[in-house]
């Protein structure tokens, strides 16, 4: 299949606004409450825990599946370019007037599927152990996301990765980019996210 072809399904693929649709049916417009991102932690801080876990795992799976399928049909190059278009379209979505969500979670999709058609099993293990321990610690998923990836730089710069550093790499750039304000906030000591869970909370509409 042609090389285009393949970032055309992965854009495509990855513009799917599954935190939008998943509110959507609970009658709720997530653009307009909370933070106003469409992300898996927006949604569970909405709606509660259980619809964001449901969220994150549409948004691994929106980039993880064309990526892999990209690199069983095409090749390791091949699953790069169809990772990195997936993530575009996560962040700058057709179905959403190239607006998004920040990204991570399609960002976690495209590693996944290159980390496994490379074997990387001990990084994968390091960076999903380092995500969950500062999630646990802080509840402030912003972080987890931003150390997260900076750490996956230097992880996968020893390795011979032909693929995984330079996807690590650009998904770094869009990742720091779409959470800029959150890290300013945090150098600044002023950002403090809401608590997860269980149950979804008293909801007021931004106008």
């Not at 693929?13 to 509110?23: E, K, L, M, N, R």
């Not at 449901?54 to 390791?76: C, R, W």
């Amino acid at each position: 299949m042609d090389l285009w072809l393949w970032a055309l399904i992965g854009y495509l693929s990855g513009s799917i606004p599954f935190g939008y649709i998943v509110a959507k049916l609970k009658g709720v417009d997530i653009t307009r409450v909370g933070s106003g991102n469409i992300g898996a932690a927006n949604v569970g801080r909405t709606l509660g825990i259980g619809y964001g876990i449901l969220v994150a795992l549409l948004d691994i799976s929106k980039t993880f599946i064309p990526t892999y399928l990209a690199v069983v049909y095409g090749n390791e190059f091949t699953g790069f370019v169809t990772a990195m278009f997936a993530l575009i379209g996560a962040v700058a979505s057709i179905f959403l007037k190239f607006r998004g969500g920040k990204g991570f979670g399609a960002f976690t999709g495209g590693y996944l599927a290159l980390a496994i058609a490379t074997n990387a099993w001990g990084p994968i293990a390091v960076l999903v152990t380092l995500w969950i321990t500062i999630v646990g610690f802080t509840q402030m998923t912003g972080l987890a996301n931003v150390v997260t990836i900076i750490t996956a730089i230097p992880l996968h710069a020893m390795p011979a990765t032909r693929v995984l550093l330079p996807y690590i790499v650009f998904g770094a750039m869009v990742i720091l980019y779409t959470h800029w304000d959150n890290i300013l906030l945090m150098l600044e000591g002023k950002l403090e996210e809401q608590r997860f869970s269980n149950k979804k909370r008293s909801i007021t509409m931004r106008r």
